[in-house]
């Protein structure tokens, strides 16, 4: 049984196309609620549009799948959902003039060593940022279990809203951000530039806590942030 995400308000934007690369448990989740939001999507996987036919079935007239060139460049903005690659496999010119939500973290376990990340000289998205030199990138949904993406959203002033953390260097890529947060049912917490975005990574104590955080309780445990 699919979740269906809850609609708090009207979307502030015209109709939207978002480009969608990555059509996992995040990518699928923002294209949920995206789609119930008033957004269309263009989604893609590595495998192939045609191997989409399931989930666009589900998404509805407002879906269709592509490959992911095609997909960047349909989108109005776009969302990377799949883990950084040491060399960039994004489609950098298609993506070119436009705002890219990075929904990466790096994962040792899963992504192996990355050593200018080890070191601290640079963040996850900080690579994304160098890979799409012209396009705007943001951390986003970095910090949030796929399938709450679409349940914990809560209408604007409920006490138990949850708070998700944005960077960037670009500040018209943290105001998307921050709508689309607050369409979706949360609240936002800027952590900008892209260099400070190590702050709510994996071990950090605003990740150890990440199943509830209310806006308050994320800048504190941004604050609370130690470099290894």
């Not at 989740?29 to 079935?57: D, H």
């Not at 992504?111 to 690579?127: C, M, Q």
């Not at 900008?192 to 308050?216: I, K, M, N």
């Amino acid at each position: 049984m699919t979740n269906i995400p809850i609609k708090f308000r009207e979307a502030e934007l015209p109709m939207t196309t978002i480009g969608i690369i990555g059509a996992g448990e995040v990518g699928s989740q923002i294209a949920r609620a995206a789609i119930s939001n008033g957004y269309k999507v263009v989604i893609a996987n590595s495998r192939g549009p045609e191997t989409l036919k399931n989930l666009i079935t589900e998404l509805g007239p407002s879906a269709r799948a592509a490959r992911a060139a095609d997909a960047a460049e349909a989108g109005d903005f776009a969302v990377v959902a799949v883990p950084l690659k040491v060399v960039n496999d994004m489609p950098v010119e298609e993506l070119a003039g436009k705002i890219v939500l990075d929904t990466n973290n790096y994962m040792i376990w899963r992504d192996g060593h990355i050593p200018v990340i080890d070191s601290g000289k640079k963040t996850v998205h900080e690579l994304r940022q160098e890979h799409l030199p012209n396009s705007k990138v943001v951390q986003a949904f970095t910090h949030i279990q796929a399938p709450r993406i679409t349940t914990a959203g809560r209408p604007p002033g409920a006490p138990d809203r949850l708070a998700l953390p944005t960077s960037s260097d670009f500040p018209q890529a943290v105001d998307l951000v921050t709508r689309l947060y607050d369409q979706f049912g949360f609240d936002t917490v800027e952590n900008s530039p892209l260099s400070e975005s190590w702050r709510s990574a994996p071990g950090q104590p605003a990740w150890t806590e990440l199943a509830h955080q209310t806006r308050d309780e994320l800048i504190v445990n941004l604050t609370r942030a130690r470099r290894s």
